[in-house]
């Protein structure tokens, strides 16, 4: 009698265990949905021109030289080496700026030179890129252009993987000072909930958690 009054009270022990521990994961699954305001649909991002990134491939032409016309990948420190110009600062710089300090360097040697800068391969300025972290297909870093949305990098990342809490991701806004907003990628890839995708800002970070069940 005595261990089936102890099996019993076990028992009874488990299953309030499991409660409270579904319970607990229950209301923390709910947070992820409140814990953050929404990210807002769309977004102003003033008119800007392309800054030259490390790793960028450029495409430097000096009219009528072609023996100085050549092709580049800007190095990890930022800078760039010509015939005629062992070291300049690319990165941070846009071409048609970068062009004219490509010129200032050439007339040393050639007679009003005219140089043309021509991006081939783009990775920009890393404090602008968009960085998909987490539970994503591919996590990676995307160039940020104008009108760019959630759905457009995440297609790029290979959207999310099984393991995903797609609805609990999260949007840190680089240029709020890190505020942070809640994204519904679950319904957006899944579902198809158009309403789910919003526009990204230079500098976003979206951080994708794994799903607890």
Do not use: H
């Amino acid at each position: 009698m005595t261990l089936r009054f102890i099996s019993c009270a076990f028992q009874r022990t488990v299953i309030g265990l499991s409660v409270a521990v579904f319970a607990a994961g229950s209301l923390t699954a709910c947070g992820t949905f409140s814990r953050y305001p929404e990210a807002p649909p769309k977004v102003q991002t003033a008119d800007q021109l392309y800054k030259i990134g490390a790793l960028d491939v450029l495409d430097i032409v000096v009219w009528r030289n072609p023996e100085l016309s050549t092709k580049v990948t800007v190095r990890p420190d930022g800078r760039i080496s010509l015939p005629l110009v062992e070291d300049l600062q690319a990165a941070g710089r846009n071409p048609a700026d970068l062009s004219r300090d490509i010129e200032k360097a050439l007339s040393k040697f050639i007679r009003e030179p005219v140089v043309t800068v021509v991006v081939n391969s783009f990775q920009g300025v890393s404090t602008e890129q968009i960085r998909i972290v987490g539970e994503a297909g591919k996590p990676q870093s995307v160039p940020f252009r104008k009108g760019l949305t959630v759905l457009d990098v995440m297609l790029q990342a290979g959207g999310l993987t099984d393991f995903a809490d797609g609805n609990g991701a999260v949007l840190v806004r680089g240029s709020e000072s890190g505020k942070q907003y809640s994204l519904r990628l679950k319904d957006l890839l899944k579902r198809g909930d158009i309403s789910a995708n919003v526009e990204l800002m230079p500098g976003d970070i979206i951080i994708i958690p794994q799903s607890w069940f």
